[in-house]
């Protein structure tokens, strides 16, 4: 069953999406070279702890930590530690979240350390994340979950290739339902399955985390030893964002955005419901 939420609830979630918000601009700043992933970690916590919130990160299924560290060819999940310390060149896609009152806030992006970083690698991020905003332009009352997976595909085919020879859309994981729960039904695949159907109609209420995962190679991942740490199988790099999106009567709301994601829905043609906050 997909949760349907009342604008009072979607009030609460955008709460929580202000947290991860901070989160992402205070761990953004301190991903620099010579920090350590723990590092990184313990900023999330102290933002989140300010904030009066709680991680739904932490102890999730046994995850040891409050946000996802994945540096280079791990495309998520990768646990902060004290053994990896970010370097010049350095790729790291950073995946948090809160809890407010018991509503769930969920979100991601990928930043680079340092300079020197190829075109591609460059290149590779503004595509993810801009088929992610692509996605989020498609959650349209009345339409299917269907149409939100066809606008990040497509508009990750009709970039130019890389020199690698293609982008990866990884298959093994997706978006997600978000409300009292961090994980929730739908499933959101980022490429369209013909198994899969059309998905569920988009309503006001529904909210899902959209979420598209892209390499510079292949679109298949493995799990590592810890059961957590999830890296491409050809070792190429890869990006993640990620944001937490309400649909009302009024249209879409960015939960995870300062903005409700005003300025770049604004370029697909989109206006943003107000901000429940005000």
């Not at 992006?109 to 460059?122: Q, Y």
């Not at 006001?204 to 985390?209: D, I, K, N």
Request: net charge negative; charged share 20%; hydrophobic share 40%.
């Amino acid at each position: 069953m997909v949760q349907i939420k009342t604008p009072e609830q979607i009030a609460k979630m955008r709460e929580a999406g202000l947290v991860v918000a901070a989160i992402h601009a205070a761990t953004r700043e301190a991903a620099v070279p010579g920090a350590t992933t723990r590092d990184l970690d313990m900023v999330a916590r102290k933002v989140i702890a300010d904030a009066g919130a709680k991680s739904n990160f932490l102890g999730y299924g046994g995850f040891p930590a409050t946000i996802c560290t994945s540096v280079n060819e791990v495309v998520v999940h990768g646990i902060p530690d004290d053994k990896t310390v970010l370097k010049d060149g350095d790729v790291i896609s950073i995946d948090a979240g809160a809890i407010v009152d018991g509503w769930h806030g969920d979100a991601a992006f990928t930043a680079f350390v340092g300079s020197g970083h190829a075109p591609e690698l460059i290149e590779l991020s503004r595509v993810t994340e801009e088929s992610m905003w692509a996605g989020i332009a498609a959650m349209k009352n009345g339409n299917r979950l269907v149409d939100i997976s066809k606008a990040i595909e497509g508009y990750i085919r009709r970039q130019p290739r890389p020199a690698t020879g293609k982008y990866g859309i990884i298959e093994d994981y997706g978006g997600h339902g978000i409300g009292s729960e961090m994980h929730m039904d739908p499933h959101l695949l980022n490429y369209v399955s013909r198994k899969r159907g059309k998905g569920i109609k988009l309503v006001p209420g529904v909210c899902l985390a959209i979420e598209p995962m892209v390499s510079l190679g292949t679109a298949r991942t493995e799990v590592l030893a810890d059961d957590w740490t999830v890296v491409t199988t050809d070792s190429t790099w890869s990006s993640h964002w990620e944001h937490s999106v309400a649909l009302t009567e009024d249209g879409p709301i960015v939960l995870t955005s300062p903005d409700c994601g005003k300025a770049k829905l604004a370029e697909y043609g989109v206006t943003t419901a107000p901000d429940p906050l005000g």
